[in-house]
Each structure stands twice: as structure tokens, then as C-alpha cells.
């Protein structure tokens, strides 16, 4: 598995897009880059994943770098309910999550 | 989407006794399965691997004998914590995944586990 790293904290503005880096430098060809979110005293909620290619779906778009060293996942009109810590995770075929620190997003009014 | 019910959601129990923690898969046939403990202000660290039908692989530092892990269909595993004691609380959370490479692993809402 892949050693992410992500900054430990970001505010955004609500309404505003949040863009959230993560440095996966250590990828492999085959490794995915997936995205969780936890809020507080909750189970980590899985919000997006992608191998090289752009994702979106309903709550997110993932931007990978073409050398897939790092990621971006956006949010892109972040609310009041957004404020989580979000967990960037590259494992390894065994699909294991080693969970970094993670970036504590808040969202302010 | 895939959803993973964890029982229970909290329980607190004297020292000494042992405490099982529920995980089922509802809505997909979980290959593996997985559990994390997580400690107040940190971030999740994966305990073991249950692969159904097989012994679960713990890893380094988790004793085997102290968390006792089973997962004998593709619904379910269980997370014994044996003789539990007061360093034994934290709030425990399981995730499964349909099946291993690729596939989102989708958590349960954790067990609270206070140990007196």
C-alpha cells in the first residue's frame, strides 16, 4: 500500500468548492486511490475511488495526476455538512486501509 | 448503496468480562471483512482481515487470542474482545467489501466500548 499524505486541516467557505490534495508518491501501477469521510463518532463513509482516470459521482469528483503521484477530490459546493475528516487511502491488493491522519475539512458559515 | 450494520452500538461491561461485536453485510455477500479500533482524537488502525470461511489475519501487535474474530458466512463476522479491560476501550468498526482488489470497503457506524 501506497503512503498518502494529506494536509492535517483546511477551512472553506460554505457554498464554495473545497478542493482537498492528497500525495500518494509511492503508488503502484495497480493500486487505487480511494476517499472516505468521517464524521465525528461515525463509521468512515466512502465517497469516491479511481485507478488513473477523472471520477464524479454525486458527492464528489477525484482529479489524478497523470503520473498518479497525488489526487485532488472536490467538493464542489461544500455545506455546513460537509465538515468531516477526510481520509485519502492507496491499498495494496489485499485491499487493507492503512488510515493517515487525514485533513479535518470545517465549513464555515 | 451497500450497507453495513454493526451491533451493538455502544456497551459498557466490567473488567474481566467478554464482549462480542456484531458486523453483517445487508444488502451483498461480503468476501472479507475487516476491523479497525479507533482511539479518541486518532485515526483508524486496521486490527485484522476476515476472509470468510477462513482464519482472520491479524495484524502486528493485535493479539489473536485477546480479539477473537470469526466469520462463518458472507454476512457476518464477530469481534470477541476476551477478558476485556479498561486499556480494551475504544470505538471499534468493521467495514466489508464484496470482494477483495478494487472494491469500496463499506464501514459499519462502530462500537463504543467502555470497559469498567
Known amino acids: 500500500d501506497a503512503k498518502t499524505t494529506q494536509p492535517p486541516s483546511m477551512d472553506c467557505a460554505e457554498g464554495r468548492a473545497a478542493n482537498l490534495p492528497c500525495n500518494h508518491s509511492?503508488?503502484?501501477?495497480?493500486?487505487?486511490v480511494y476517499w472516505y469521510r468521517q464524521i465525528h463518532s461515525q463509521g468512515p463513509q466512502y465517497i469516491i475511488h479511481?485507478?488513473?482516470n477523472n471520477e464524479t459521482n454525486e458527492m464528489a469528483s477525484l482529479i489524478i495526476t497523470e503520473d498518479r503521484k497525488s489526487s485532488t477530490l472536490i467538493l464542489p459546493h461544500a455545506t455546513l455538512r460537509d465538515t468531516a475528516v477526510y481520509y485519502c487511502?492507496?491499498?495494496?491488493?489485499?485491499?487493507?486501509?492503512?488510515f493517515g491522519t487525514g485533513t479535518s475539512l470545517t465549513v464555515i458559515p | 448503496g451497500a450497507v453495513v450494520s454493526q451491533h451493538p452500538s455502544r456497551v459498557i461491561c466490567k473488567s474481566g468480562t467478554s464482549v462480542k461485536i456484531e458486523c453483517r453485510s445487508l444488502?451483498?455477500?461480503?468476501?472479507?471483512m475487516f476491523w479497525y479500533r479507533q482511539f479518541p482524537k486518532q485515526s483508524l488502525m486496521l486490527m485484522a482481515t476476515s476472509n470468510e470461511g477462513s482464519k482472520a489475519t491479524y495484524e502486528q501487535g493485535v493479539e489473536k487470542d485477546k480479539f477473537l474474530i470469526n466469520h462463518a458466512s458472507l454476512t457476518l463476522s464477530t469481534l470477541t474482545v476476551t477478558s476485556a479491560h479498561p486499556e480494551d476501550s475504544s470505538f471499534y468498526i468493521c467495514?466489508?467489501?464484496?470482494?477483495?482488489?478494487?472494491?469500496?470497503?463499506?464501514f459499519g457506524d462502530g462500537t463504543r466500548l467502555s470497559i469498567l
Open positions: 444488502d451483498f455477500q461480503a468476501t472479507t
Open positions: 487511502i492507496a491499498p495494496n491488493t489485499g485491499n487493507q486501509f492503512y
Open positions: 509511492t503508488i503502484s501501477g495497480n493500486e487505487y
Open positions: 467495514s466489508a467489501s464484496a470482494r477483495a482488489g478494487n472494491q469500496p470497503q463499506h
Open positions: 479511481g485507478l488513473k
